[in-house]
């Protein structure tokens, strides 16, 4: 299994500083957060493009995800939760809009750097916006993203998170099935399915064939906290046999943006358990 490690601990460092230091710490993949400080869509430049394939060339680093999950770049004076924001489904239509911009750069931005996937949210259910209507608005608003990315031969997948219109894996798989989309997929946090209270190794099944990336880190019981692999609750040998049956070939990626203040050491622990874990 190919391990990955995501910049989104790194965001008190530079771009090209925490691709760095995650190959230092030994994996050969990276996830990069497309969101402030490292690649946020409407920053998104020639040179920066150019920087970052250069470096990853030469750091042997292959991408094993862009993270378009949340968007504090869009933001100038909001509080913490509205980051999910602006969503897929957003009640406002310039929200809307402007998510589908960003999400429209990201793929544009994977394409460049040699990423196979994107992974995105559906956003909230904000005032306005009750299950019913979500679920037709969400279906209208992926049409354009599943357009660009199958032109571009890009994978989008949604990441299920607690407290978003899309939070459990059986409504993803639902949704994969609805869509019938070749492109449409799960940025799969098994995390996630923990603090939900689904069965690791059914939530792994369930999506066989559909896990574009699996984001991967440890979960006290049920809380939604994102720990160090290996200091909290999660079956990693479950989850080992459950990849090993569905075959999966592509990059586990630790997520571990709870550990700014020293995001190195977070990235070496994670490496040495992850290798002998899995």
Known sequence: MKLAFSTNAYTRFSLIDALRGIRKAGFTGVEILADTPHAYPDAINGTLTTEVCDELSRLGLAVSNINVNCSFGYWRHAPPEAYFEPGLISPNPQHRADRTRLILKSLDFARAVGARNISITTGRMLGGMPPIPAAKQFAESIKPILDRADALGIDVGIECEPGLFLEYVAELREWIDRLNHPRFGAN???????????????????????????????????????????????????????????????????????????????????????????
């Open 188 to 278: 799969l946090d098994i995390g996630h399915s923990q603090v939900m209270g689904e069965n690791i190794a059914d939530s792994v099944r369930l999506l066989a064939g559909s896990i574009w990336n699996l984001h991967v880190e440890d979960i006290p019981g049920r809380k939604h906290y994102h720990m160090i692999p290996g200091e909290g609750t999660l079956d990693w040998s479950g989850l080992r046999n459950a990849l090993r049956e569905i075959n999966y070939d592509r990059f586990l990626t630790v997520e571990l943006y709870t550990h700014t203040a020293n995001p190195q050491e977070a990235a070496e622990k994670s490496y040495v358990f992850l290798r002998r874990a899995m």
